[in-house]
């Protein structure tokens, strides 16, 4: 873990919901999906945020027959700052109640915020890339992966990197080595998923929908197997920073 610095800021979501799919995102990159399962839970939004931030969601009725009901916010933590799931968020919360549904069992809400955090520089200025030059990219990437290449995967990753050691309060060379850690320690031993001829695709995101989520059919991009079934799973963000296409988160 990071020696993270006391005056780092955390902001997370937390939501309660009953008989509801669908999904909640930050500055239009998906942070929660809802399976229609009743239940709470929490996801830190500190490297989606761009200071100028729009939290969403998008709920439809799992069981038409039934009523169902969403509430999720924001709040602000310092490190060490506990929040319950069932907080309905201390910055602010929305709610969604069963009347709100339209008649197709759809609803909807958003709000916005401010944060200290801002890291539009890499997610809302990126430039437009080709979709065609995304995925070519993507399969470089999948390469280094199939090498076995970690300084190689480190170096693509940098901007990723450098984010998250600001969004958490770590250093780069913390956010490096953890990384490091997990490519040779965990991902490297296990068998990686194959790359499914024509099934690589690219799905323009965030906030000015200039990134790309690149993955392999259903699964991420980077997707592998454990012996006893589990699976790990490494989501890859692509952007144009400045002419050239690097991991952005």
């Known amino acids: ?17 009953e008989n509801v799919t669908g999904q909640i995102t930050i500055n239009g990159f998906v942070v929660t999906e809802m399976d229609g399962k009743n239940g709470t839970g929490t996801a830190v939004l500190n490297p989606w945020l761009i200071g100028e931030n729009e939290l969403k969601a998008e709920a439809k009725k799992a069981d038409p027959s039934k009523p169902a009901s969403l509430t999720f916010g924001v709040s602000e933590m310092m490190r060490g700052d506990i929040v319950a799931t069932t907080d309905k968020g201390k910055l602010f919360s929305l709610e969604l109640k069963n009347k709100d549904f339209n008649a197709k069992g759809q609803a909807w809400a958003a709000k916005r915020f401010k944060s200290t955090l801002d890291f539009k520089e890499h997610l809302s200025q990126a430039g437009q890339a080709k979709e065609a030059d995304v995925l070519a990219y993507a399969q470089k990437l999948y390469a280094l992966f199939v090498k076995k290449d970690a300084e190689g995967i480190l170096r693509e990753f940098e901007v990723k990197i450098r984010d998250y050691g600001k969004a958490f309060g770590g250093t780069d060379a913390e956010v490096k080595t953890e990384l490091r850690s997990y490519l040779t320690k965990e991902l490297f031993k296990l068998k990686l998923n194959t790359l499914k001829s024509g099934a690589l695709r690219a799905v323009a995101v965030g906030p000015t929908k200039n990134i790309w989520h690149v993955m392999n059919g259903k699964d991420e991009l980077i997707t592998a197997k454990a012996p006893d079934g589990s699976i790990l799973q490494t989501e890859i963000y692509i952007g144009l920073l400045d002419g050239k296409l690097k991991v952005v988160r």
């Open 1 to 17: 873990m990071f020696s993270a610095q006391e005056k780092t800021k955390f902001y997370q979501v937390t939501y309660q919901v």
